[in-house]
């Protein structure tokens, strides 16, 4: 029988392990998205379920800075590049290190890391906390924002995806 690591390890390595590797994630209530609160909400819900690897969850939003919402193109000439340990940044890398030190190599783990396309969609809304499904209408706002944005000025929306990313 392999452990929870050797698991993990041959589904990458294309081979058939005891059984499938599990793990599912859950948004912790605020209180527990950042610090040791969020490295022992992490653990637990590791044990409770017996997960064979462990999804981090990142409640840490792109700082928006001076920007409210993005509304228009010239709305993102605000967005610069930031450093990678920045406010939510750093606090997430943080409750990284303390996870690792804690499972110390005996299970794998990952991370929630947004790519700049779904960074931009956020900010184009009001800041919110509410995470939730896709529109299941099939047309987003947000999206349709952005096909404006792109039609105004396209070298605006890839220099602010340049620097989120």
Partial sequence: ????????????????????PVC??????????TGPPAVD?????????DLDFLKVMN???YPRGKLTVAARAGD?????????????FGRQLQVLARLRERLAG?????????????VLRYLTEPPSDHH?????????????TITAMLKEDRPAVKAALHAIG
């Fill in 59 to 61: 409640d840490h939003h």
């Fill in 76 to 88: 993102l000439a605000v967005l610069r590049p930031l450093p990678g340990d920045f406010e939510g």
């Fill in 41 to 49: 909400a992490h653990l637990a819900h590791l044990e409770k379920y």
């Fill in 106 to 118: 005996e299970v794998l783990m990952c991370t929630t890391i947004f790519n700049p396309w779904a």
């Fill in 132 to 144: 939730g499904p896709p529109s299941l209408t099939g047309q987003d706002q947000r999206d349709d």
């Fill in 24 to 33: 599912f994630w859950h948004h912790f209530p605020p209180e527990q998205a």
């Fill in 1 to 20: 029988m392999a452990n929870k690591k050797q698991r993990v390890e041959a589904v990458l390595r294309d081979e058939h392990p005891d059984h499938p």
